[in-house]
């Protein structure tokens, strides 16, 4: 029998919701499964952002990543961040990144402009 749905208040209350998923995962959406798995899906995301909260990434990790998704070098993004010398430097960490800079890597590599405008790790230690 299923318990009642309730908001999760404890990792008690977290650990049965994450065992129900996993036994309702697959269910097919708008069937009493799948909305219940929604529902559980929607409480533990709002227990984790609580309890488990997770920093945004680092703006030189988040154009690393990128590229690597990409397949890009870092020839190409010199027309997004500059000479090749420009690129060397943001990319370990000798300069910071301008707010032209950011509006490009936004526009052209689709990185939040909220992950970009945080300091890197370099920056926060200065």
Known sequence: MRR??????????????LA?????W???????????????ATLIDAYEAEHYPMDP???I???KFRMEQQ????????????TRTRVAEVLNRKRGLSIDMIRR???RLGISADVLIRPSRIDKAA
Do not use: N, Q
């Open 57 to 59: 990434p680092d703006p």
């Open 71 to 82: 397949g890009l070098s870092r020839k190409d993004l010199e027309p997004i961040i500059g």
């Open 20 to 24: 129900e998923v996993e036994h309702l």
């Open 4 to 17: 009642e749905l309730k908001p999760i208040r404890s990792e008690a209350d977290y650990e049965a919701a």
């Open 61 to 63: 990790e988040a154009i």
């Open 105 to 107: 890597l936004h526009e």
């Open 26 to 40: 697959g269910a097919k959406s708008g069937t009493p499964d799948g909305d219940r798995l929604d529902v559980l």
